[in-house]
């Protein structure tokens, strides 16, 4: 009885693997031979990954949800974040652990007039905690301290007020407060974070004296106050920055209610476990 031609095939492909197999352990390759060859694998690799899926009758399952996945674990941090009351900046006191904050300003600012008192928040943040922390008292008062600078360097500048800023903060087991700040900024892009590239500088600690004639940031230029920042050059005028903030809101989704931002965080989830079938298919 013939044998069919797929089964043959089959078979000389496992004899071809076979041959590069041992070609690859006898020869000698340099850094760029290998790299290739490992490149090809791949690509064969992915190739029969998709004919098995192809020939398996069953149909993989439209999601699959792990919840160990690191994506998703800073999702839920930051979605317990948000859950979290708002209160003033103000009256933030110390108290133990690390882990994530959001801050939202409430004023009458014109710049700041598309996000004041909604739930976009100008700025999110992480607190890591000391090295091999175990413990919420381990992690020792990280967090509020981040927010307590914050509220100091606020507190110096003009064109804001104090009063006017509120916070969300969450401490995290060690480890799981970067993820989460990842996920906050990518869902708000918030307009002081330096990820936004605009209105950035808020962190800034002060130049050495070797780089006091960097440029002013953004942050400090359009909220002077800073004794250190004072004499540096202006990198873009006041103007040219609020015309970029104005572009940002324009072009940004404002999450006006929790509503909004629930949404969008299941959103997010829905889409995050969409399966991968290679993943699948390799565990």
Request: charged share 25%; aromatic share 8%.
């Amino acid at each position: 009885m013939a044998r069919r031609p797929e089964l043959i095939k089959v078979e000389e492909t496992r004899t071809a693997l076979e041959e590069l197999r041992e070609l690859s352990t006898t020869a000698t390759l340099t850094g760029p031979s290998r790299k290739a060859l490992l490149g090809s694998i791949s690509d064969m690799q992915e190739l029969l990954d998709r004919l098995a899926r192809e020939l398996d009758p069953v149909a993989l399952p439209d999601s699959f949800f792990d919840p160990t996945e690191p994506r998703l674990i800073g999702h839920f941090v930051a979605l317990a974040l948000i859950a979290q009351d708002r209160r003033p900046l103000a009256d933030v006191s110390k108290a133990y652990g690390s882990g994530v904050y959001a801050i939202y300003y409430t004023g009458d600012a014109e710049i700041y007039a598309p996000i004041s008192g909604t739930e976009t928040p100008i700025y999110v943040g992480k607190a890591d905690p000391p090295a091999n922390a175990k413990t919420v008292i381990e992690q020792l008062t990280k967090l509020t301290d981040r927010l307590g600078e914050h509220r100091r360097n606020i507190d110096k500048v003009s064109g804001i007020e104090l009063a006017d800023f509120e916070c969300r903060s969450l401490a995290v087991q060690s480890g799981y407060q970067a993820s989460a700040e990842i996920h906050l900024i990518r869902l708000f892009e918030p307009i002081w974070n330096n990820e936004t590239r605009i209105l950035y500088g808020l962190g800034k600690h002060g130049d050495a004296s070797t780089t006091r004639a960097n440029n002013k940031s953004p942050w400090d230029t359009i909220h002077p106050g800073r004794s250190w920042a004072a004499g540096n050059p202006e990198a873009k005028s006041p103007a040219e920055i609020s015309t970029e903030v104005a572009t940002h809101f324009a072009r940004s989704k404002i999450f006006r209610t929790t509503d909004d931002v629930f949404e969008a965080f299941a959103q997010g989830i829905k889409q995050q476990d969409g399966l991968d079938p290679d993943d699948f298919s390799r565990s």
